[in-house]
């Protein structure tokens, strides 16, 4: 039977086809790691648009905080009864009598220190290690600011031992750079760029600026649209460039709520200047909601402007506080409770007040 030429076009475009897939299979295969996530695309849920938006969003004028508008939104939170029960407990009391907001010493945010779910907590789950071939399987415990051990829930790797072998091998004699560059080409063989840069933004400012950096460059061209990439190429920075690299992403993603927090805080630590800090944080609020609810640094600025009431109704809006933030809250409920008595609180008498060692406990 003879082969038709058609039949034989054919045939052709199926094995192309098969080989590309293949081969695009075992790429995939290949490569281990994490992606770049939409971790912070999330944000389009608790925002007016993802973090990777490329137009710039027109937002409202900010809703400046208030004893009023916080009173509303504790109304909602009861209603649902969801959350902290000793903080909806001081919610109810709030709403029952709202004057307690500015009283120092009432606290409706938990203490980070004291909160089991806060405790229990893994703050480094957005880490990565790489560790030894014989420590596969076996659990991996860290102690987060000296307290008890707690499991590692961050992405584990581990290194064969034919890679640990030539790792061993690189001749100390090289320069410390050159060194540590052909250690981490061997450990992070077999893992994609995203993962690697990650990985080596975390490895301290040395290795972050120098082969973190190109890592990071790598996965920005890999991935054009991501705005994880991006973030991972800002944290490899040194401090000093810090803003510039945030400035650059804001240019490229500029509705990118964590961009705009990071520059705040540039602006109020290390400039001085609380007002362009506070345009900038109160842009990531409305941006990402939940950053409202987490960064004290908007009652900061606040305070800092003499602006107690916003400073203490932003305080009061946190789920969390921790020992700094809660003095702070103080200082800002005396100077309101002056304005209402005419004098501080350390000359009031009989005033109902919440021990701070006891909520700590």
Sequence with gaps: MKLRIENFTTLLMVAVILLSGCSGCEQKTALKGIEPQDDYN????????????????????????????LIEQFKADVAENKGNPEMLKRKKEAIADPDLLWKPY???????????????????DDKIKILRHDQKGKPYLIRPHNGPEIEFTGKIYYTTKEQEERRI?????????????????????????????????????????????????????????????????????????RLAA???????????????????????????????????????????????????????CYKKLGEWEKSVAAYQGLDWIHYFENQTLISAQNQIYKLHKGYYFGKAKKLKVYDVKEERK
Excluded at 49 to 64: H, W, Y
Excluded at 287 to 300: C, E, H, T, Y
């Design 106 to 124: 009432f606290q409706v945010p938990v203490f980070a220190s004291s909160d089991p779910e806060l405790k229990a907590a893994n703050f480094y």
């Design 42 to 69: 999330e944000q389009s849920k608790y925002g007016p648009v993802a973090a990777n938006t490329r137009k710039q969003v027109e937002l409202p004028p900010f809703p400046e905080p208030s004893f009023e508008r």
């Design 169 to 241: 091998a690189i001749p100390r004699t090289l320069p410390s750079d050159e060194w540590n560059r052909q250690r981490y080409e061997i450990t992070l063989e077999g893992i994609n760029t995203f993962t690697a840069a990650k990985y080596l933004s975390q490895q301290g400012a040395r290795i972050a600026q120098s082969v973190g950096l190109e890592y990071a460059e790598r996965a920005m061209r890999e991935h054009p649209d991501s705005v994880e990439a991006m973030f991972v190429w800002t944290q490899c920075h040194p401090s000093e460039q």
């Design 246 to 300: 945030y400035r650059q992403l804001l240019s490229k993603f500029p509705n990118a709520a964590f961009a705009h927090e990071n520059i705040a805080y540039y602006y109020y630590h290390d400039e001085d200047d609380p007002a362009i800090a506070l345009a900038h944080i109160q842009r990531a609020c409305q941006l990402d909601s939940r950053i409202a609810k987490k960064n004290p640094l908007l009652a900061l």
